[in-house]
């Protein structure tokens, strides 16, 4: 489901398999949690790059999964995606997305929970498809979202279900870069992620000034509602 290689201080998680829409479900949950949980235990961690192999970063949720049991499926999947962005703002080492495929809803939310993003131009998309399925952002996710972007970016990305390209989405202040290829956004994301551990800084003080510094979010996280469908959406 993802691969995990290191780089000197500089780890790279990477969503991988033959599947490369790379969507989320309990497996790849768990894949996750696995490999952020070694990271923060690693001692000598002092970046995070979260990148992807294929044509997408991530398709969102796993809806062939939810299919089974929607009503009851949707919430499990709502509150694992509350701890999966919770658990990146909780590092205490910088972050930085790779997105060099399309990320779409929920994996469009994960790419906002790092603190850097790079995107590759041309191949890939940035788009909240909530609206246009018929499904509402729970408050919780909604606070992750709005403490990311600008206002204008906020209703274009939440209340207008904008499809956003690298340009698109680096007018809005939703990215640090463009490049040209795949292969020059990950070195581009590496680069940045290497220049930043090499600051040295207190892995304590840096998580504690992420979470003062976008106050709220993580509590928000913290504090699942049950989540239902509305009669409007359909799989």
């Known amino acids: 489901m993802c691969s995990l290689e290191k780089r000197g201080k500089v780890y790279i998680l990477t969503f991988v398999g033959d599947d490369e829409e790379h969507r989320f479900n309990p497996a790849t949950f768990d894949a996750i949690f696995d490999a952020l949980k070694e990271v923060e235990q690693?001692?000598?961690?002092a970046a995070l790059v979260t990148t992807n192999a294929g044509k997408y970063f991530s398709n969102g949720l796993d809806m062939r999964w939810i299919a089974e049991n929607p009503n009851e499926l949707f919430d499990i999947a709502v509150e694992k995606l509350e701890k999966m962005f919770a658990a990146f703002m909780r590092l205490t080492i910088p972050t930085v997305a790779a997105i060099r495929g399309d990320a779409l809803a929920s994996a469009f939310m994960l790419v906002l929970a790092h603190d850097y993003r790079f995107m590759t131009q041309g191949c890939c998309d940035l788009y909240m498809y909530e609206l246009d399925h018929g499904l509402y952002i729970p408050d919780s996710i909604l606070a992750l979202i709005r403490s990311k972007?600008?206002?204008a970016a906020l209703r274009d990305v939440?209340?207008?279900s904008s499809?956003?390209?690298?340009?698109?989405?680096f007018k809005r202040g939703i990215l640090d870069g463009i490049l040209e290829d795949s292969e020059g956004t990950l070195e581009a994301a590496v680069k940045e992620a290497e220049k930043l551990a090499a600051r040295g800084w207190s892995r304590e003080i840096y998580?504690?000034?992420r979470l003062a510094a976008f106050p709220g979010v993580v509590e928000a996280l913290d504090?699942?509602?049950?989540?239902?469908?509305l009669a409007s959406f359909k799989i």
Not at 42 to 45: K, L, Q
Not at 223 to 229: D, Q, S
């Open 42 to 45: 690693s001692p000598d961690a």
């Open 149 to 151: 972007l600008q206002p």
């Open 158 to 160: 939440v209340l207008a």
């Open 163 to 169: 499809k956003l390209n690298a340009q698109m989405a």
């Open 207 to 209: 998580g504690r000034l």
């Open 223 to 229: 504090t699942h509602v049950p989540y239902r469908l």
